[in-house]
């Protein structure tokens, strides 16, 4: 019962979030025999100005 | 002094939520002895679109 | 479908996780409807060099 | 640049790990565009002790 | 590669977020030689409705 | 009241947390006038084994 946690700065869009669900679920059925039934898996969207590397803000870069 | 994240698909009205946090940090302080005062807890909206189940997100189920 | 996290500094026993588990999806149960099947809790125990407040690592208090 | 955390009871071997890095790191690339090397994934696997669905602990069932 | 995330109530204003930006990924530079090219930090803002702290929610206090 | 969590490969030493620690809740207090007292800050130190960044398991590379 895998908890998949996909966090990530800017936007997905909805195809790309189904896609993605999709292929990371069969993934972990395939390679661990986790059910797909009991992956949860959520998408957490963050601003660009919420998320810094090399100590800026992305949104100043 | 323990931290609590509840992460759900949907909403909580604020009933809801007060509840929740009032009964959780009852059952930590009565059961494992964490007073209260030092327990935080929040709470994590996602909307359906960024929560798949069984390799689906739950808006297309 | 919640999923519960709760992270503490120092240990609870298998006990105490036992009781916490049952009455916090009980609480989930109860107050939001959701089916305990669905609701996943886990407990990340940390060392107390591990966790600070007010600046200092709780073992050197 | 992708901050994927899987959490979940119970143990993966090395090779289960790196296939899965491999195929997530993968899809997030052909399927989001990000590029491979700012993609970190971290995993977490934890003891059945301290994980519970249905309010049980998953070493109780 | 240090993954740091700061989660509070409330807001803070973009000049915040740039300074805390810089001296976090500063001092695990200096500290911990971590190169701050490598550290990502993620800033999580919520509302005071959704955290609790004694048991009751920040906006009942 | 904010909860920062550090998170990385590899181990760093009391000395370094302790350091960390102190320098991270000054600077939530100094920029966002977060009393240092409710400020909780967690390191959680993986295995190089847990950690892949472009595809590849730290240890692999």
């Given at each position: 019962?895998?908890?998949?946690?996909?966090?990530?700065?800017g936007?997905l869009?909805?195809?790309?979030?189904?896609?993605?669900?999709?292929?990371?679920?069969?993934?972990l059925e395939r390679?661990a025999?986790?059910p797909?039934?009991?992956?949860?898996?959520?998408?957490?969207?963050?601003p660009?100005?919420?998320w810094?590397v090399?100590g800026?803000?992305?949104?100043e870069k």
């Open positions: 019962m895998p908890v998949v946690t996909i966090k990530l700065a936007n869009t909805r195809e790309q979030k189904k896609q993605i669900a999709a292929e990371v679920s069969d993934t390679v025999q986790k797909k039934r009991a992956t949860y898996i959520t998408f957490e969207e963050l660009r100005e919420d810094a090399g800026q803000l992305l949104d």
